[in-house]
């Protein structure tokens, strides 16, 4: 594969501020480009497999997430310590987080994502719905921000129409989130989530849609290199979740009709240009029958993003890098073609401890993304997603074929994990058929 090109720019390397399995997809992205990496690590990660892959490693901090991986002091510090030229934020952590995208740019660094006014501006739930109805793109009913003491709530949520759901400006994640179904429990959950989202976001700051009972969940795949190119990788479904987080992701979607998805993209792909967004993001939506509403903007590379790898065959990290470092994208936006179909399971750890036995899957069509190795330990301080296992095959019943195969085959011995669970639900005839929405999942694992 080639290299970037020197004579346009002068990154060499770049610095990873984040860990797990993103890291190390960055690492190896870098290594196919001929960049050189430096993985930041907390004390807990010290023997993580970021930083045995990277070519440089810096420590950051002790165990928990405030004073390493959000530490942006130190992450700055470890970037100019190893002679970075560049930061990719990865997931996560700081990666929408624009007054770390400020600092990286203000010490001379690339910063791997959009500009920082256009992270602030899509973070902001509020103001991306505004920007994404002057798009054409159709928003479920809805208010502007709301503070706890508002008064005018509850006569906002009657105009809306109960049941009403409370989410957070900043948030995500299920973080600052409420369903009210009576007026009477407006004001009290309006408080909750406004602190909620305050401890977890720094802004408290809530607004009111209304709630869709059943929907699905759908995202495009967006990548565009801030200089009028702007290309839809086609989309995910992200219906199967658990507690607001995403378990089961595939391309492309059971419910999403041509019409659906050309009248997605007529809107996505304006505003992305119209924004000079640069790098990979993600604009979701909420699907009922027929009709989409935008719900939000993800500026960053997501978790999920090797199913739309597998089913156009770009490699969208490479792509990102490119379309930050160089402006430019090595793809034709009007040629993306859509072949096939993949499907990924997040697999979790439901408890902490020391991997004693592991055995990937493999074979074609398989693909097994984690930091997982024999003997590394899985700490209690960070997220509970320890691999995602992606399949891809000619058509949804092949790739469930293969995905139950491969969840057959995979072995993680030492710790609890969800891959029976994740089993369950890749062979539950209700899934199988394809209908159904976000309150979907199977009685049996809900206890």
């Not at 990286?104 to 791997?112: E, H, T």
Request: aromatic share 6%; proline share 4%; hydrophobic share 40%.
């Amino acid at each position: 594969m080639a290299k970037l090109n020197q004579a346009q720019t002068k990154v060499k390397r770049i610095l990873i501020a984040n860990r797990g399995e993103i890291a190390v997809r960055v690492i190896r992205a870098c290594r196919e480009m001929g960049l050189e990496t430096t993985a930041v690590y907390s004390a807990a990660d010290k023997d993580s497999l970021h930083v045995k892959m990277a070519d440089k490693s810096v420590c950051i901090g002790p165990a928990p997430s405030s004073q390493s991986y959000l530490n942006t002091d130190n992450i700055i510090m470890a970037a100019m310590h190893t002679h970075c030229d560049a930061v990719h934020p990865g997931v996560g952590f700081l990666s929408e987080n624009a007054a770390f995208a400020r600092l990286v740019r203000g010490n001379g660094l690339v910063f791997i994502g959009p500009d920082p006014d256009v992270i602030e501006l899509l973070g902001d739930k509020v103001r991306s719905r505004e920007t994404a109805r002057k798009y054409g793109l159709p928003v479920t009913p809805g208010t502007g921000a709301l503070n706890a003491n508002d008064g005018k709530a509850v006569e906002e949520a009657e105009k809306i129409g109960f049941p009403v759901i409370i989410k957070a400006a900043a948030g995500g994640g299920g973080k600052g989130m409420r369903i009210v179904r009576k007026p009477e429990d407006l004001a009290e959950n309006i408080s909750l989530a406004s602190r909620e989202a305050k401890t977890n976001f720094a802004d408290g700051t809530v607004f009111l849609e209304k709630y869709l009972e059943n929907p699905r969940h759908v995202e495009l795949q967006i990548l565009s290199d801030g200089n009028g190119n702007a290309a839809v990788l086609g989309e995910r479904d992200c219906t199967v979740q658990m507690n607001h987080q995403k378990l089961i992701e595939e391309s492309p979607s059971p419910a999403v009709t041509d019409k659906m998805r050309e009248a997605m993209a007529a809107g996505a792909v304006p505003m992305f240009k119209d924004l000079k967004y640069r790098g990979a993001g993600t604009i979701e939506f909420l699907v009922e029958g027929e009709n989409f509403y935008f719900m939000e903007v993800n500026a960053r590379v997501q978790v999920e993003h090797p199913v739309s790898e597998f089913v156009t065959g770009i490699d969208i990290i490479r792509q990102q890098i490119l379309a930050c470092v160089e402006g430019r994208m090595e793809i034709d936006p009007n040629a993306i073609n859509i072949n096939g179909w993949s499907i990924e399971c997040r697999i979790n750890a439901l408890t902490p401890g020391k991997i004693a036995r592991l055995e990937i899957p493999g074979g074609m069509g398989v693909r097994f993304d984690s930091f997982l190795y024999n003997g590394c330990t899985i700490s209690p301080h960070y997220d509970s997603m320890i691999a995602k296992l992606i399949v891809h095959d000619i058509d949804r019943k092949h790739a469930l074929a293969k995905m139950d195969r491969a969840l057959r085959e995979l072995v993680v011995d030492g710790i609890k994990t969800n891959i029976e669970r994740q089993r369950c639900i890749i062979n539950h005839p209700v899934f199988h058929y394809g209908v159904f929405g976000t309150s979907w999942y199977p009685d049996m694992e809900r206890k």
